[in-house]
């Protein structure tokens, strides 16, 4: 039950794009169509904003997009703004109804 | 609207117990799998156990298993955590999520504002 590996850091400027991504094993996200991402302000309840790789939940922005291939997953934010700054984790199923997150990725809007 | 709400979080010296709670309300408590997740201080979320929806199955991460317990009173739409031989790295804020159903329970779509655990050694 190893962490998925996210980068520590990325970002951009409001307006542009950022990309994070998740990278995980054949037992994990290579072998389920089950990443989800959650965005997380510190102190706050952290909030799903993919899911199944790269479905929305209503509410969430299409400025927030997903998808995997092999054994690596990851997320798009189009349109920076000012509130996407937060920290970011994957979590995918990794079977026997287990679960496993990302490291983190901690996301600045310059 | 959907709220889960924590408590029982506490300072507690290392080999000791302590429980968590959640409170559930604003959805069927008893149709959704639930999930303790947490976070030490400066680190990650971690998958820590699952519960299914009547309580008859349950799943651990191994850094708990044998140590932790998860359990989930439906008829008071609360979930709980017991945490025995506590040790430092214990440390943590304790989320209580709800899982999301789809084509199964994968996903974790409502938090909790997490609870404060020491474990002082």
């Known amino acids: 039950q190893s962490a998925l590996t996210q980068p520590p850091s990325a970002s951009g400027s409001p307006g542009q794009s950022v990309t994070i991504s998740c990278t995980g094993t054949s037992r994990d996200v290579g072998d389920y169509n089950y990443v989800s991402w959650y965005q997380h302000h510190p102190g706050k309840a952290p909030k799903i904003i993919i899911y199944?790789?790269?479905k929305r939940p209503s509410g969430v922005p299409d400025r927030f997009s997903g998808s995997k291939s092999g054994n690596s997953a990851s997320l798009t934010v189009s349109g920076l703004q000012a509130e996407d700054e937060a920290d970011y984790y994957c979590s995918s199923y990794a079977g026997s109804n287990n679960f496993v997150f990302g490291t983190g990725t901690k996301v600045t809007v310059l | 609207e959907v709220q889960l709400v924590e408590s029982g979080g506490n300072l507690v010296q290392r080999g000791g117990s302590l429980r968590l709670s959640c409170a559930a309300s604003g959805f069927t408590f008893s149709s959704h799998w639930m999930h303790w997740v947490r976070q030490a201080p400066g680190k990650g979320l971690v998958w820590l156990s699952r519960?299914?929806?009547?309580?008859?199955?349950?799943t651990y991460a191994d850094s708990v298993k044998g140590r932790f317990t998860i359990f989930r009173d439906n008829s008071k739409n609360t979930l709980y955590l017991q945490m025995d031989s506590l040790r430092a790295e214990d440390t943590a804020v304790y989320y209580c999520?709800?899982?999301?159903?789809?084509?199964?329970?994968?996903?974790?779509?409502?938090w909790g504002q997490g609870s404060l655990v020491t474990v002082s050694s």
């Open positions: 999520a709800r899982a999301g159903y789809s084509i199964g329970w994968h996903y974790f779509d409502s």
């Open positions: 199944e790789v790269s």
């Open positions: 519960i299914n929806s009547d309580g008859s199955s349950t």
